[in-house]
Nanobody, 124 residues
Framework: QVQLRESGGGLVQAGGSLRLSCAASGRTFSGYLMAWFRQAPGKEREFVALISGSGGNTAYANSVKGRFTISRDNAKNTVYLQLGNLKPEDTAVYYC?????????????????WGQGTQVTVSS
């Protein structure tokens, strides 16, 4: 089992940057595929990015490709999401998630563990 805790959210102007972190408990962090999702008010939770256990494979939603970067440090049991060139439509609660089955899924239901989320607000 793994517990996840996100941090790094905040209020930023359009065009700005933020780095989100997700710290995980447990000794088998590298065995989990990790992902970031986000949920805006009144909308479904949507996939943002994922990264393999080794960090060698990543995937992004089209809406963030070229602006966001996912990475991980297995020695620190942490996954990161660097957000760049932020837009007001990026405003959402951002969640990290872990998948023990490593399905490389973009569907929230495929993930076993979730953090509590961190709010990102982008002003225009």
């Amino acid at each position: 089992q793994v517990q996840l805790r996100e941090s790094g959210g905040g209020l930023v102007q359009a065009g700005g940057s933020l780095r989100l972190s997700c710290a995980a408990s447990g000794r088998t962090f590298s065995g989990y595929l990790m992902a970031w999702f986000r949920q805006a008010p009144g909308k479904e939770r949507e996939f943002v990015a994922l990264i393999s256990g080794s960090g060698g494979n990543t995937a992004y939603a089209n809406s963030v490709k070229g602006r966001f970067t996912i990475s991980r440090d297995n020695a620190k049991n942490t996954v990161y999401l660097q957000l760049g060139n932020l837009k007001p439509e990026d405003t959402a609660v951002y969640y990290c998630a872990a998948d023990s089955a490593r399905l490389y899924s973009v569907t929230a239901g495929s993930y076993d563990y979730w953090g509590q989320g961190t709010q990102v607000t982008v002003s225009s």
